[in-house]
């Protein structure tokens, strides 16, 4: 499968699904397809790097499949695990002289195989998007289980062999940069660094999610985010509450951003108290 046939067609097909890729962006995503690498994408929370994932699926028509990282996360909630109540019963259910050696061989087979998101992305035939979420907050050990699947696009389950990919998936992972990655995995990805958009960007990317909104009002709130964004608050506005904020104000016929309006509406893109309160003292919205 030809994922993206040109940057370009990157550009052109991940925008009708409402995703405004720049040109680096459009690039590494091509390359990624046409190469066959895994794509790490890298940049603070809430600039897009999720979505560009979820676009790729909507452009291309493939299904995606999602494993979430996080602290503790194993082998088992990653690749597979067998199904040990299912297991057990039909053991119990062999206890008739059927000779273990028999036993065994049937208790571990596809039969009692449960499958995780690696394992599943592996194993489709049909185009599919891996997105592996937020690789940044597992446990070291973890990366050393997606090297395997990373060089080549393999898995070693050591009851029925090695199963390998007969079409690789798209592989996209995101990292918020809360450690650093080990070079072993990075080495088998392209990279690509996501921060904010600039103004024109945003605003580009609102009036296409809002495309209802009054210009002006537009204007005034990709330039409000803009100084919420140099506050160095706890957490920075996304670009999805950015359009949410849009989407507030369009609800509540706001055609005017001005002090009073930002400060009603401050609690879609704020969402702690301390933030709240240097955003009213800093902007002097009281």
């Given at each position: 499968m ?9 550009t ?11 040109p680096?962006?459009?690039t590494?995503?091509?390359?990624a397809?046409a190469?066959?690498k ?7 929370a809430?600039v897009?790097k999720t979505e ?9 028509g ?7 990282c996080?602290?503790g996360l ?5 690749l597979y ?5 299912k ?9 008739d ?11 571990f ?7 995780r998101?690696?394992?599943t992305?592996?194993?489709?035939s049909e185009?599919t ?6 690789v940044d907050?597992t446990?070291?050990?973890v990366?050393g289980?997606l ?5 080549d ?7 029925l062999?090695?199963?390998?990919a007969?079409r690789r998936p ?9 450690r ?8 088998r ?9 600039d103004?024109?960007?945003?605003r ?6 809002v ?10 709130l990709v330039?409000?985010?803009a100084?919420l964004r140099?506050?160095e ?6 670009i999805a509450e950015?359009?949410?904020w849009a989407r ?6 706001i055609?005017d ?9 401050l ?7 301390s933030?709240?309160?240097r955003?009213?003292r800093?902007l002097?919205?009281?």
């Amino acid at each position: 499968m030809v994922w993206f046939s040109s940057p370009s067609d990157a550009t052109t097909r991940l925008g009708e699904v409402g995703y405004l890729a720049d040109p680096a962006t459009a690039t590494t995503a091509f390359l990624a397809g046409a190469l066959e690498k895994p794509l790490l994408v890298e940049g603070p929370a809430g600039v897009g790097k999720t979505e560009l994932a979820k676009a790729v699926s909507r452009a291309t028509g493939a299904d995606l499949v999602r494993l979430q990282c996080y602290e503790g996360l194993d082998e088992a909630r990653a690749l597979y695990e067998w199904n040990y109540k299912k297991q057990l019963l039909r053991i119990q259910a062999a206890n008739d002289g059927q000779a273990w050696e028999e036993t065994h061989d049937d208790i571990f087979s596809e039969e009692f195989l449960l499958t995780r998101p690696l394992l599943t992305a592996i194993r489709r035939s049909e185009p599919t998007v891996l997105l592996i979420d937020e690789v940044d907050k597992t446990d070291v050990e973890v990366e050393g289980l997606l090297l395997e699947v990373l060089s080549d696009f393999q898995v070693t389950i050591p009851e029925l062999g090695t199963v390998a990919a007969t079409r690789r998936p798209f592989v996209v992972l995101t990292s918020n940069a809360s450690r650093e990655l080990s070079e072993a995995v990075k080495r088998r990805c392209l990279y690509l660094h996501l921060d904010y958009p600039d103004t024109e960007r945003e605003r580009a990317i609102v009036t296409s999610q809002v495309p209802d909104l009054d210009d002006k009002v537009a204007t005034q709130l990709v330039s409000a985010v803009a100084r919420l964004r140099d506050l160095e608050l706890k957490k920075a506005p996304s670009i999805a509450e950015t359009v949410d904020w849009a989407r507030t104000l369009l609800a509540l016929h706001i055609d005017d951003l001005d002090a009073m309006a930002i400060d009603d509406t401050l609690g879609v893109v704020l969402k702690h108290a301390s933030d709240t309160d240097r955003a009213v003292r800093e902007l002097k919205l009281r």
